[in-house]
């Protein structure tokens, strides 16, 4: 009985953690969705009433022509932006309008710290998030797993005598939030698992457990 407990609760923890981006993605796909159908509905609508065609064939157009345009909308809107920062012109227009929305000062804060975190986790070429580490935290003798982002630089690092690295800390079950430790690089231990190996780790609270390695090395920036 014990055994069956907890083969159903593992079951259960690996299902959420196959749903959880899932649910995720859906959410941030219908956000964008009804922005854009928020958007075409009084659009078409007023188009209708201009030419005129009837109230029925009124409703049944904005009942399921405006569901369909409103994703061709969003499909094309997404294509020609891709295309947009695929080419030279582009990408110059691109950062002209990144430049005008640093120099406005509330949306400036919005958009670059947007803007910043999606390059952190979706950027091909990104650095961040390099190796999976162990600190002893939040006291010692208790091990928590992080993720080193980079050399701790700048004014932080000038403050001390010693190199540190910078860790994130992420949250069980959800690791899109947690702390920022600065951390020597002699009281870190680096792991041999993978990020993604780390991150369902992390998301399924330690039950999805990546076999061990033969050996652990000291880590090395």
Not at 12 to 27: A, E, F, H, K
Not at 55 to 68: A, I, K, M, S
Request: contains cysteine; glycine residues 8%.
């Amino acid at each position: 009985m014990p055994h069956r407990k907890r083969t159903i609760k593992r079951t259960l923890l690996t299902g959420l953690v196959i749903l959880t981006p899932l649910l995720v993605t859906g959410w941030v796909v219908r956000f964008i969705f009804e922005q854009i159908h928020q958007f075409m509905t009084p659009t078409v609508l007023r188009f209708l009433r201009l030419v005129g065609p009837g109230e029925n064939l009124e409703h049944t157009v904005l009942r399921f022509g405006v569901p369909f345009i409103s994703i061709l909308f969003a499909v094309l809107s997404i294509y020609l932006l891709g295309l947009l920062g695929g080419n030279v012109i582009g990408r110059q227009f691109l950062q002209g309008v990144d430049q005008l929305l640093m120099r406005i000062p509330m949306v400036r804060g919005i958009y670059s710290a947007t803007r910043q975190f999606l390059e952190t986790f979706s950027g091909d070429k990104s650095q961040a998030f390099r190796k999976v580490v162990l600190v002893e935290y939040p006291r010692k003798g208790l091990w928590t797993m992080g993720l080193v982002s980079n050399e701790t630089k700048g004014e932080v690092a000038t403050c001390v005598d010693h190199p540190m690295v910078s860790v994130f800390i992420p949250t069980t079950p959800n690791p899109t939030s947690g702390w920022l430790l600065f951390v020597p690089i002699v009281d870190v231990i680096e792991l041999q698992m993978s990020v993604d190996d780390a991150f369902k780790m992390i998301v399924s609270g330690g039950i999805l457990t990546p076999p061990a390695p033969p050996k652990r090395n000291a880590i090395a920036l």
